[in-house]
C-alpha cells in the first residue's frame, strides 16, 4: 500500500450495501404528512452518485429551472442508525460544505432524506445502476 491509499475500514452492516453507483430517480420535496410538494428537478432528474469502498463519495445532478446543480466529491461517514455525512472535499457551490442525509436502503433502491418520516424534507431516490 503506498503512502496515498486509504486502508478500507469496517463498515456496518448497511454500510455495505451503498458500495457501488446509483442513478438519480426522483428528487421529491415532501410535507411533515408525506404528500408531494414539488419535484424542483423535473419528473425524470438526471444524476450519478457513487460510494468507493474507502469511504470516498461522488454525486453529480446537472441544475434544472431554479435548482441548483449539485456537484462534489469527498468522503462519507455513517452510523448504525442510518445517519450519512457527505464530507464535501470539493464542490460547486452552494454544495462545499457537508451534506448529512438520513439513508435507506430498500433492495435495490437508496433514499437519502434531508430529516425523518413526519417532518418536512427533501428525498432523493435512487436505483442501483
Known sequence: M???????TPQPVWDSGLL????????????TDGTLLAEPYGRQPAGRL???PAHQVAVVIPGHADAPAVAYIGDYEADTT???R???RVGLPPFTEDQ???ARLDG???VLSTDRDGRRRTELRWARA
Open 86 to 88: 457527505h464530507v464535501v
Open 50 to 52: 457513487h460510494y468507493g
Open 2 to 8: 503506498s503512502a496515498t491509499d486509504k486502508p478500507s
Open 100 to 102: 448529512v442525509r438520513w
Open 108 to 110: 435495490d433502491s437508496l
Open 20 to 31: 457501488g453507483t446509483w442513478s438519480l430517480r426522483s428528487i421529491r420535496e415532501l410535507n
Open 82 to 84: 442510518g445517519l450519512l
